[in-house]
């Protein structure tokens, strides 16, 4: 079983709580300016159970989803219903060509990047948000991303970071998890990137499908900061105009750095400049001479 075959208990684990919920708005308020949330195209790329995706369907925005799971897929319209919405089976390093831009915002903060399988990928995914990516001014769109910055000689303690239940599941039955970092592991990654051990176990009683014990583990990609800004700078360019804590519901601000840990990350997508602008620079650099 995983967890991300099975949406009833992951959006009974992790549908985001009232505080993250106003953190996340606030930052989209302040960032993508929005007043009218029924005028946003929203699009998460790997949008699970539709999790956040519901979130601002819910205020009136026009969401699309992503995701490469079927039963996620299956799940997230089901909760979507009737609402402005489209979710699509496909792979975040290539959205399906019947997802078309532009998208004033993308949301992606429980570190899915982390899931990719190295940097082609995580390249490849960020080129895609960037095309994908316009405001309505018509300047760069945002993407709200959570990932792991980590540097070579940092360790991570090892233990409980989550803990969530016994909750009632959707669909009947009762379940626990308890989620704890095994700390970063040499996986030998060819790209010599370090991986987070993430595990879960899960308790489970009369939850279709699932239990009465459950252990999953999985490795979650990091990143140096050198490397994500090389990412950000080839595959945009994209500028960090926020970061913040993502291990704290209130999203406190976080320095960005070597070594920041997990973090919630607010890109721009800037865009080249237009003809008529490089016209305008050269214009006035003519002038000058
Ligand atoms: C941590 S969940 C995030 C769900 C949702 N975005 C949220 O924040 O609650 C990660 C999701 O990424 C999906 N996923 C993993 N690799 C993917 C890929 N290459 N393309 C699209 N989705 C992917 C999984 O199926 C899973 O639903």
Redesign the pocket.
Same mark, same amino acid.
Request: glycine letters at 8%.
């Given at each position: 079983m995983s967890l991300?075959a099975n949406p009833s208990l992951y959006r009974a684990f992790?549908a985001p709580s009232v505080e993250l919920r106003t953190s996340i708005d606030a930052l989209v308020r302040k960032h993508v300016g929005a007043k009218d949330v029924t005028k946003l195209r929203v699009i @998460?790329?790997?949008?699970?159970p539709a999790?956040?995706i519901e979130h601002f369907a819910d205020r009136g925005a026009k969401v699309v989803g992503? @995701?490469?799971?079927p039963k996620?897929v299956k799940a997230a319209r089901l909760h979507l219903g009737d609402r402005p919405a489209t979710v699509v089976e496909? @792979?975040?390093?290539q959205p399906p060509a019947s997802v078309k831009g532009p998208f004033a915002l993308a949301i992606?903060? @429980?570190?899915?990047v982390g899931?990719?399988g190295g940097l082609v990928d995580v390249a490849a995914h960020l080129a895609a948000m960037h095309r994908l990516l316009r405001s309505p001014k018509g300047d760069g769109g945002h993407y709200v991303v959570g990932l792991a910055v980590r540097e070579p000689g940092d360790e991570l303690d090892v233990g409980t970071v989550y803990e969530r239940g016994p909750v009632e599941v959707g669909g009947g039955g009762l379940a626990a998890l308890r989620t704890e970092t095994l700390g970063l592991v040499d996986v030998q990654h060819p790209d010599g990137l370090r991986c987070e051990r993430i595990r879960h176990t899960i308790l489970a009683v009369g939850v279709e499908g699932v239990g009465p014990i459950v252990l999953e583990q999985y490795d979650l990609l990091t990143f140096p900061f050198a490397t994500l800004r090389s990412l950000l700078a080839e595959n945009g360019p994209w500028t960090v105009v926020d970061c913040r804590d993502a291990t704290d519901e209130a999203l406190p601000r976080k320095r960005l750095g070597p070594g920041a840990g997990d973090v919630l990350l607010t890109l721009r997508a800037d865009k080249a400049a237009t003809s008529s602008a490089r016209r305008l620079r050269l214009g006035r650099a003519t002038k000058k001479r």
């Open positions: 991300y992790f @998460d790329p790997a949008c699970g999790t956040w992503i @995701d490469i799971e996620a496909g @792979d975040m390093r992606n903060p @429980d570190n899915s899931h990719l």
